[in-house]
């Protein structure tokens, strides 16, 4: 019964040209769009109402998908008028949706997370929300010098570093969502660091399973 939000509204300015004339989440990956693989993979974890966030030739994927009956699904669109960032759109869905954690991710990802594995994790921990995180490893193609005043104490060749990335996918719970004003641009960033300031417990999923950002031509 979980709500799930997919956000397709931006312009795809790293994949220009080829997003001159098609918003990223419908350009294809083996013979599906982006957006359509998301979608499927969601329906085969139990998932069935979504929400689209739309605003770049948002009137493309809405004659795409429909209303999502001929799949089995419920599909509504929320119109960006401006653009409202990755979370600035939450403020556009409606009052009475159920008050359960809701799903979003970002419409230009392809993954193998498992989303009712996600969903669960959030259930069983105690947060306001939970935030999908990637390891990404970084090779300095150089040698590390460490100086202390001055003196060189040590030299690492091409040392690898570790980080936790966002990974775009986030479950929060209807509270949080009820934050978001949905009149001025946001993004999920910024939404989560407000509330870690505040106090608020926001967790971290990390994702070992195939992940990848369709983000920019090779």
Avoid at 26 to 46: A, H, Y
Avoid at 95 to 111: A, E, R
Avoid at 153 to 161: F, H, L, M
Avoid at 195 to 204: D, H, P, R, T
């Amino acid at each position: 019964d979980n709500l799930v939000l997919l956000m397709a509204g931006g312009f795809g300015a790293r994949l220009h040209p080829v997003t001159e004339n098609i918003p990223k989440p419908l350009l294809k990956v083996g013979n599906k769009p982006i957006l359509e693989t998301i979608v499927l993979q969601f329906i085969d974890s139990g998932f069935n109402n979504f929400y689209i966030s739309t605003h770049y030739k948002s009137e493309m994927i809405r004659d795409y998908f429909g209303n999502g009956n001929t799949n089995g699904i419920t599909i509504n669109y929320l119109n960006e008028k401006v653009p409202l960032g990755t979370a600035g759109s939450l403020g556009l869905l409606p009052k009475n949706i159920p008050d359960l954690p809701i799903i979003v991710m970002n419409g230009d990802l392809l993954t193998k997370v498992d989303f009712k594995n996600l969903l669960d994790f959030h259930n069983t921990n105690v947060g306001l929300a939970t935030m999908c995180v990637r390891e990404y490893d970084f090779k300095v193609p150089y040698g590390v010098v460490k100086i202390n005043n001055g003196v060189i104490e040590s030299i690492t060749e091409k040392p690898v570093r570790s980080f936790f990335v966002n990974a775009g996918i986030y479950v929060l719970d209807h509270q949080l969502i009820r934050k978001v004003d949905g009149l001025s641009y946001l993004d999920m960033p910024s939404l989560i660091e407000d509330q870690i300031k505040k106090g608020e417990c926001i967790n971290a999923f990390p994702v070992h399973e195939y992940w990848i950002d369709i983000g920019h031509i090779v």
